[in-house]
């Protein structure tokens, strides 16, 4: 015949206590870690962060035939060009004879995003062909007249110039975004040139600067 022991109720109580204990450490646990999450890891957004590319002067020149040159087609970062297509003195097509003049008529834009000044400055002359004991050079005896306005307006009141004397010219003072001015190149053989210029070919180049 088994003997059925009585139940021990101190057994009993222990295990409770250790059932709770465990229990209320793992809640203990976890509301700490919970707590401490917070000090491992800060958070700091900037939500305002902007930056702004200063105003920039470009120039577009556009000539007979509509042809346009921009100071931007040197390519790259740069903002200068050559143009090689827009022929200010009208070219070697119908060569001059004394007394003849021919035009061209270009337009200068400033497509950029600030105001500037802009000049026109010529380069060298220089004289080539021709008869090899030629005593005069075309290049002091043609002459060039140079009229600058507001587009669809008139002045005649330049004055024509030696192409080897030529000296910078002021177009506008202020050129301001999206506004043009149209020039206008008058090159004329005097009446009066000598037959020792026949056959000589001037050529010059001339820099626009909006700056």
């Known amino acids: 015949m088994a ?108 497509t950029g995003t600030g105001s500037g000044g802009l000049t026109l400055t010529p380069g060298t002359c220089a004289t080539s062909a021709g008869s090899p004991t030629a005593s005069a050079e075309l290049c002091d005896v043609a002459t060039l007249t140079v009229v600058c306005t507001a587009p669809g307006t008139v002045d005649t009141s330049a004055t024509p110039v030696v192409l080897s004397a030529l000296a910078e010219l002021t177009v506008a003072a202020t050129l301001a975004p999206g506004a043009s001015t149209d020039c206008t190149f008058d090159v004329a053989l005097p009446a009066s040139a000598s037959p020792q210029v026949a056959g000589q070919i001037a050529t010059q180049p001339l820099v626009w600067t909006l700056s």
């Open 3 to 110: 003997i059925v022991r009585p139940r021990d109720p101190r057994r009993r109580r222990s295990l409770v206590l250790a059932v709770a204990g465990a229990l209320a450490a793992t809640l203990l646990v976890l509301g700490i870690s919970g707590t401490l999450s917070s000090w491992t890891r800060a958070i700091l957004t900037n939500d305002s962060n902007a930056v702004e590319a200063a105003q920039s002067l470009i120039l577009q020149e556009t000539g007979p035939g509509d042809v346009v040159c921009t100071s931007t087609d040197g390519g790259g970062s740069g903002n200068s060009a050559t143009c090689s297509t827009i022929d200010k003195y009208g070219g070697t097509a119908v060569p001059l004879g004394p007394g003849d003049h021919q035009t061209v008529t270009v337009t200068l834009t400033n």
